[in-house]
C-alpha cells in the first residue's frame, strides 16, 4: 500500500524514496509484524484461553509427560503470525506485483484448512480433527490452483524449470509434469511443518531461519545483477518476496516470546500447515525448490521419520523409532525437551549455511 501511495512521490523528496527500496520496506515489514505480535498477542491469548477452556487436546498415543505438562494450552496461535503477516504484506507489499497475491491465497487457503483441523479438535476434543483424506484432498486442490496462477504469471522461459544446487548448468525442463512436481512441494513442505511443530519453539526457529535465508535468496533472484554472477535463475518481481519473508520472521519472533518453553499459546495446524506452504510457494517462485530441502532439512527429517515409521510397521510389524516424529523418539530416551528443541535449532542453523552456500558453489 505505501508503495503505491508513495510511488508517483519517488523523486519528489528523499523520504518519499526510501519506499522504493526492498531493504527498507522488509525492515517495516519485520518490525511492523513483530510489533502486532507484541500487541496483540496477550489479548488474542486471552480470549483463546476464555474459548477453549481445557486447551488443545493432547495426544493419547504421545508422551505421557505431554498429558501433564502441556493440557490446558490454548492453540490456534497461528492466527496472531497470520493475521500480523497479512497486515504486515498489506501495507510494505507492492500490491501490483502478482506474487504478492499468489503468496495471500496460499497464505489464507492453507490456514482455513488448518482453522477447520483445529476447529473440530478442540469441538470433538479428541486430538484428530479433518481426517486425512479430506485434509490432503483440500491441499491438493489449493496447491492446484496455486501452482496454475503461479505457471500463468511466472516468466514463460522459466516457468516450467527446476534448477539443481551447485551445478550451474543441471537444469530440468519438466513441462506439464511441473504442475504435479509443484504440488508435492507445497503441500510437502506444509505438512513437514505441521509434523514439526510438536514441542515449545520447535518449528518456530527453523521457520525464521528458512523465512531468513529465503528473504535472501529472494532480494537475489529478483535482482539481475546478482542472479548473474551468482548463475541464478532471474525471476523478475521476486524481490518482493523479500518483505512478505521478513514478515514471517518478525511475526514468528513474536509469536516466539509466548510459545518459548513453557508455551503460553500452541501454534496449532492454524499456523504451521499455512507457513509450510507459504515457504514452499516463495521457493517456487524463486525456483530453488532443492535449496528449500537443504535450508528446511529439519523439517523434512521430521516428515521422513514418520513415513519411515509408518512403512516399517506396516511391512514388518516393526517400527524403526521409539516414537514419530523423530523428536518424540528422543523424548522417549529420556532428552530433555529443551535439550532437543535447542539441538533441532542449532541442525537447522547449519543447514541453512549450507543452503545458501550453495548458491556460490556453482
Known amino acids: 500500500m505505501f508503495y503505491s501511495i508513495f510511488e508517483p512521490l519517488f523523486s519528489d523528496h528523499a523520504f518519499y524514496n526510501l519506499f522504493r527500496y526492498l531493504s527498507f520496506r522488509s525492515g517495516g515489514a519485520f518490525f511492523t509484524s513483530l510489533t502486532l505480535?507484541?500487541?496483540?498477542?496477550?489479548k488474542i491469548i486471552a480470549f483463546l484461553k476464555s474459548r477453549q477452556k481445557e486447551g488443545q487436546p493432547i495426544r493419547e498415543d504421545g508422551p505421557k509427560s505431554h498429558l501433564e505438562t502441556k493440557q490446558g494450552t490454548p492453540t490456534m496461535g497461528g492466527i496472531m503470525i497470520i493475521f500480523s503477516?497479512?497486515?504486515?504484506?498489506?501495507?510494505?507489499?507492492?500490491?501490483?506485483?502478482?506474487y504478492v497475491w499468489v503468496i495471500t491465497f496460499v497464505i489464507v487457503s492453507f490456514s482455513l484448512i488448518?482453522?477447520?483441523?483445529?476447529?473440530?479438535?478442540?469441538?470433538?476434543?479428541?486430538?484428530?480433527?479433518?481426517?486425512?483424506?479430506?485434509?490432503?484432498?483440500?491441499?491438493?486442490?489449493?496447491s492446484f490452483m496455486a501452482v496454475i496462477w503461479l505457471k500463468a504469471v511466472s516468466p514463460e522461459g522459466i516457468n516450467t524449470l527446476v534448477y539443481m544446487p551447485v551445478f550451474k548448468d543441471l537444469?530440468?525442463?519438466?513441462?506439464?509434469?511441473?504442475?504435479?512436481?509443484?504440488?508435492?512441494?507445497?503441500?510437502?513442505?506444509?505438512?513437514?511443518?505441521?509434523?514439526?511443530?510438536?514441542?515449545?519453539?520447535?518449528?518456530?526457529?527453523?521457520?525464521?531461519?528458512?523465512?531468513?535465508?529465503?528473504?535472501?535468496?529472494?532480494?537475489?533472484?529478483?535482482?539481475?545483477?546478482?542472479?548473474?554472477?551468482?548463475?541464478?535463475?532471474?525471476?523478475?518481481?521476486?524481490?518482493?518476496?523479500?518483505?512478505?519473508?521478513?514478515?514471517?520472521?518478525?511475526?514468528?519472533?513474536?509469536?516466539?516470546?509466548?510459545?518459548?518453553?513453557?508455551?503460553k499459546i500452541f501454534m496449532g495446524d492454524t499456523g504451521s500447515l499455512s507457513l509450510g506452504a507459504l515457504l514452499g510457494c516463495i521457493s517456487l517462485i524463486t525456483k530453488n525448490e532443492f535449496t528449500l530441502a537443504i535450508i528446511g532439512g529439519v523439517f523434512v527429517i521430521e516428515a521422513v521419520s514418520v513415513i519411515?515409521?509408518?512403512y516399517s510397521f506396516k511391512l514388518t510389524?516393526?517400527?524403526?523409532?521409539?516414537?514419530a516424529p523423530i523428536h518424540h523418539h528422543y523424548e522417549q530416551k529420556g532428552w530433555p525437551e529443551a535439550t532437543i528443541v535447542i539441538r533441532f535449532w542449532i541442525i537447522s542453523i547449519i543447514l541453512a549455511i549450507i543452503g545458501l552456500a550453495t548458491l556460490k558453489i556453482r
Not at 85 to 98: R, Y
Not at 116 to 135: C, E, F, N, P, Q
Not at 317 to 323: I, L, T, Y
Open 317 to 323: 510389524g516393526k517400527r524403526v523409532f521409539r516414537m
Open 114 to 142: 488448518g482453522f477447520a483441523d483445529d476447529y473440530l479438535k478442540l469441538t470433538k476434543r479428541s486430538s484428530k480433527g479433518v481426517s486425512g483424506k479430506k485434509k490432503l484432498f483440500l491441499q491438493l486442490l489449493f
Open 171 to 263: 537444469i530440468f525442463d519438466l513441462g506439464w509434469f511441473y504442475v504435479p512436481f509443484a504440488m508435492v512441494v507445497m503441500v510437502g513442505s506444509s505438512n513437514a511443518v505441521n509434523l514439526t511443530d510438536g514441542l515449545d519453539g520447535l518449528a518456530t526457529i527453523p521457520i525464521m531461519i528458512v523465512a531468513g535465508s529465503f528473504a535472501l535468496i529472494s532480494y537475489l533472484v529478483g535482482n539481475v545483477v546478482y542472479s548473474d554472477y551468482l548463475h541464478l535463475a532471474y525471476v523478475e518481481g521476486a524481490g518482493e518476496l523479500t518483505i512478505i519473508a521478513s514478515s514471517i520472521v518478525g511475526a514468528s519472533l513474536g509469536f516466539l516470546w509466548y510459545n518459548a518453553p513453557p508455551a
Open 308 to 310: 519411515i515409521q509408518v
Open 85 to 98: 503477516m497479512l497486515f504486515s504484506l498489506l501495507l510494505w507489499t507492492d500490491l501490483t506485483n502478482p
Open 37 to 42: 505480535c507484541f500487541i496483540f498477542g496477550p
